[in-house]
């Protein structure tokens, strides 16, 4: 009996630290994807300061006090905010400025982005550290169930050779490794680029030509010149046969609704979207 009352207090006692920790909060968000996780969670009302991306693309973030561009934020503007956390992606442009924030004694939670496994642990992570982790575990369930489903569908044909493009000049696709790429690969696309290493490689026309994609993915801006731009190379399959598809920019970002771009990507795939 003592033992198990002794774990009944401990857990009570955890429990009630993380009340206070979420009762708390005072965030400060320096990522456009952070910030709508929070959002996604319900948790908008912990955010003190957002990025100016964050406050553009997100409408419930938009009166926040905006702390600098994305490589580039104020120190100060951050500071005067007294932020209990500093939620981030790692970056070089961004070591400096949170080494300085580490030394004023704020915390900061730098969370990757790059790969699916990232995201969802950049969904969990914040969850549980604003008091919304069963809000976060529903959003993660979902997307892991989405996943599953959408890769026992791609099993059962061939999969679409594909290029998913980000920036048309220079030429950027995406690469091994990226949350994207296991995107494509859930939707039932053999994503051509995946021989490079680096998840958002650089590549030149020469290569595209070369890979020869049925489907180019298109999700560079502006979109509206996107099948005008690729019209200039009739030769390329997926030109030949109108398989150029636009996609929404926001499908690219790493956020909560990974399981909605997902279906999104999976009809362009399948050749059902409506942007043809």
């Known amino acids: 009996m003592p033992a198990r ?136 369930d979902a997307i892991r169930a989405a996943w599953r489903d959408a890769r026992a569908q791609a099993g059962r044909g061939p999969r679409v050779r594909a290029v998913l493009v980000l920036q048309r000049e220079p030429l950027y696709v995406v690469g091994r490794g990226s949350f994207l790429d296991a995107m494509l690969e859930a939707a039932g696309a053999e994503n051509l680029a995946s021989s490079f290493a680096d998840p958002y490689p650089r590549v030149s026309l020469e290569w595209l030509v070369a890979a020869a994609p049925d489907l180019i993915l298109d999700a560079a801006d502006p979109a509206a010149e996107a099948k005008s731009h690729w019209a200039h190379w009739p030769s390329l399959p997926a030109v030949a046969r109108g398989r150029i598809e636009v996609l929404d920019r926001a499908l690219t970002i790493p956020g909560p609704y990974l399981d909605r771009s997902l279906a999104a990507l999976t009809a362009r795939v399948r050749g059902s979207g409506t942007a043809r």
């Open 5 to 140: 009352r002794a774990t009944i207090c401990l857990t009570l006692a955890l429990a009630l630290a993380a009340r206070a920790r979420s009762e708390t909060a005072r965030v400060v968000t320096l990522s456009p994807s952070l910030t709508a996780i929070l959002v996604a969670l319900d948790a908008q009302a912990s955010l003190v300061g957002v990025d100016e991306v964050s406050a553009q693309v997100e409408p419930r973030v938009r009166t926040l006090p905006r702390v600098g561009g994305l490589f580039n934020p104020s120190l100060e503007a951050i500071v005067a905010l007294q932020p209990s956390l500093v939620a981030l992606v790692p970056s070089a442009q961004q070591r400096e400025l949170r080494e300085r924030l580490e030394a004023l004694g704020i915390e900061v939670l730098a969370l990757r982005n790059i790969s699916y496994e990232d995201v969802l642990r950049s969904i969990s992570v914040l969850g549980e550290r604003v008091g919304r982790g069963a809000a976060a575990r529903a959003r993660e």
